[in-house]
């Protein structure tokens, strides 16, 4: 990849996450075939659109940063007579929300529009950063977006390490020490569509913290290594009471454990599991 390019990737980046709040209005502010929509006759373009996948929890977090060109006449500011930008999003996008104040944002139907409150003037770039959450579930999901202008460039990150897997087309690049598989599309026209399957995965916090059950009963394991000698030879009150605050101490851990993470089913898991009740 082009050092160029390496160098607006991380500009990128670092700029969405420092994205701030500002939710959408879900009223459509303008008529669409009004002229107050920016199209393509307006000399409007995209220059790079690049959107950003993670996972967290049940859904999917979805950043997005695309720069526009006008390559037209100058586009003048005027309070009360909006001028929109349109950028696509997926069915189904939840908690949209960007930097841009709330009466200039509008998501309607699978399009977000977005007034600059500035004038963009011939040769002027204008950057439009959004946020949204997906819930495909589990399985195969299909990402779609639509080129709403003619868009020199559009690349999709994928998360590496986060449960979401990706098929043919993608490369493998680190930006800012994390990992992203990373697909791109060049000089899309406007309308065109790109479809992205995605394998969606389950909790990944489930999967990690099924290592932690492991190392829970193994660390449980060797503290009972001397328990169960204990348990035969105590003669007294106090013995027995210690031993039986233990036991339960060492059940509520895991039991801990398993409601905060869910239900682990490996093999290894059930017949370690099986070997600390033993002992009780």
């Known amino acids: 990849m082009p050092v160029m390019s390496r160098v607006f990737i991380l500009v990128f980046y670092i700029t969405y996450l420092m994205l701030p709040s500002a939710y959408a209005s879900q009223d459509m502010p303008v008529n669409l075939t009004m002229p107050g929509i920016l199209g393509n006759e307006s000399g ?47 069915s189904g996008a939840e908690k949209l929300n960007t930097s841009a104040m709330e009466c200039c944002l509008v998501q309607y139907e699978d399009t977000v529009f977005m007034d600059p409150m500035n004038p963009v003037y011939p040769g002027d770039n204008f950057e439009m950063k959004i946020t949204y959450s997906l819930f495909p579930g589990t399985g195969e999901y299909i990402f779609g977006k639509v080129a709403r202008y003619n868009t020199t460039s559009l690349s999709v990150f994928v998360d590496k390490n986060m449960g979401i897997g990706t098929g043919e087309g993608f490369s493998t690049i680190t930006i800012h020490g994390d990992e992203f598989k990373v697909i791109s599309f060049e000089n899309l026209s406007k309308d065109e569509a790109v479809k992205i399957p995605l394998q969606v995965s389950g909790n990944t916090d489930t999967y990690r913290n099924a290592g932690m059950f492991l190392a829970v009963l193994l660390a449980v394991l060797a503290v009972l290594s001397g328990f169960k000698y204990m348990k035969y030879r105590a003669g007294t009150k106090e013995s027995l009471e210690k031993l039986e605050h233990e036991k ?33």
């Open 248 to 280: 339960n101490r060492i059940f509520r851990t895991i039991h801990g454990f398993e409601k905060h993470a869910g239900s682990e089913e490996s093999g290894e898991y059930r017949k370690l599991k099986a070997h600390v009740l033993r002992y009780f």
């Open 44 to 90: 409007i373009r995209v220059v790079i659109d690049q959107v950003y996948i993670s996972k967290k929890d049940d859904h999917l977090e979805v950043s997005e940063v695309a720069v526009f060109r006008n390559d037209g006449p100058g586009i003048f500011y005027e309070p009360g007579n909006h001028t929109y930008f349109a950028i696509s999003i997926p």
